[in-house]
């Protein structure tokens, strides 16, 4: 059985102010629509945002060696926006990844 995922709204979505937006690969990306998942970084936080409903989403952040340094799974029809707080974190590069049962996405990105 194929489920399609269900908008949650057909407003267009942007990364907020004062975030770079990470380029995110992968099916809950590219096969979903436009925006249906965003990704973006600060100077302080990782910024997450579901404009379809995905059900449960793992969310994984991992460092250049590949060890985890953050992860939760959310209820993306529940909580459409995730702020991960990343103030903490060595500089240098991160992989965000996002999976479930629909697929997975995933993008790199710099702490500086």
């Known amino acids: 059985m194929n489920i399609e995922p ?3 709204d057909n407003v267009e979505s942007s990364i907020p102010y004062g975030y770079e937006e990470i380029e995110l690969r992968g099916t809950l990306a590219t096969n979903t629509g436009p925006n ?5 970084v600060s100077d302080d936080a990782v910024y997450i945002e579901f404009n379809q409903d995905f059900g449960n989403v ?11 340094v953050y ?4 209820n993306s029809s529940m909580q459409s926006v995730v702020i991960i707080p990343f103030s903490t974190a060595a500089s240098g590069t991160y992989t965000v990844e996002l999976n479930n049962a629909n ?4 993008g790199d990105f710099e702490k500086n």
Do not use: R
Request: net charge negative.
């Open 6 to 8: 269900t908008p949650i």
């Open 36 to 40: 249906g998942t965003l990704a973006g």
């Open 58 to 68: 793992n969310i994984s952040i991992y460092n250049s060696t590949g060890g985890i």
């Open 71 to 74: 992860n939760t799974v959310v």
């Open 103 to 106: 697929g997975y996405a995933d």
